[in-house]
């Protein structure tokens, strides 16, 4: 998926409505969210959040319990410098959400929002959903987007894994239930139409 130094760069060369993943608002991951939260208590990670909004949204609707993690430590740093004294209430970590970052079943909704795509090796995707798992509670949710089969083939120089709503549950393998599945088209800051599948779902405890 590129390491830190790759995705530094993306950040220190281009603004943040400059990247071809912007969007304003993050309408469809706000909806689910907002549909499967039980309060403002649920602890939301958006995992390779960066300079996201969505974190600046989820403020707005009073959640008080956010983790946004990131391999740029740039991207993390703007989103701070852009919520200013807000950026407080906000948990950052930099880090590889491969790797054990967050403290077993202290999560309670997981978000992604074109992270996992980046993950070509098997080896890679097999480490990412162990972690979604561990730190999941059982019952909690899951939002996962990526490149739809007709969507693009690299993103920032790297090859993606293109996949259904139906796919990234089945990426994710035991352990996960498909609750809800959607496809969106997404417009890059330029105009270029992006397809996206999302998938929502809920962790379940394993046999």
């Known amino acids: 998926m590129g390491d830190e130094t790759h995705w530094e760069g993306v950040y220190q060369q281009r603004a943040t409505d400059a990247v071809s993943w912007y969007r304003p608002h993050l309408e469809q991951s706000l909806a ?9 208590q649920t602890h939301v990670v958006d995992a390779g959040g960066g300079a996201s909004t969505l974190v600046d949204d989820l403020l707005a609707l009073g959640f008080e319990a956010l983790t946004v993690i990131d391999l740029s430590t740039t991207a993390l740093q703007r989103s701070q410098e852009r919520l200013a ?36 090796e098997p080896s890679d995707r097999v480490h990412y959903a162990r972690q979604v798992r561990a730190a999941l509670r059982p019952g909690g949710h899951a939002i996962v987007a990526t490149f739809a089969p007709d ?10 894994q293109r996949y259904t ?5 089945d990426a994710l393998g035991a352990g996960f ?31």
């Open 165 to 169: 709503p139906q796919g990234i549950a």
């Open 32 to 40: 689910w969210i907002q549909e499967v939260a039980p309060s403002t």
């Open 151 to 160: 969507g693009p083939e690299k993103c920032s120089g790297l090859t993606v």
């Open 85 to 120: 004294d807000s950026a407080q209430k906000v948990d950052w970590i930099a880090g590889d959400v491969t790797q054990p970052l967050l403290e077993p079943d202290s999560v309670d909704l997981w978000h992604d929002r074109a992270v996992f795509h980046f993950l070509t």
């Open 177 to 207: 239930t498909l609750l809800q599945g959607t496809t969106e088209v997404h417009q890059t800051p330029w105009g270029s139409p992006q397809a996206f599948s999302y998938a929502l779902l809920r962790r379940i405890a394993e046999a």
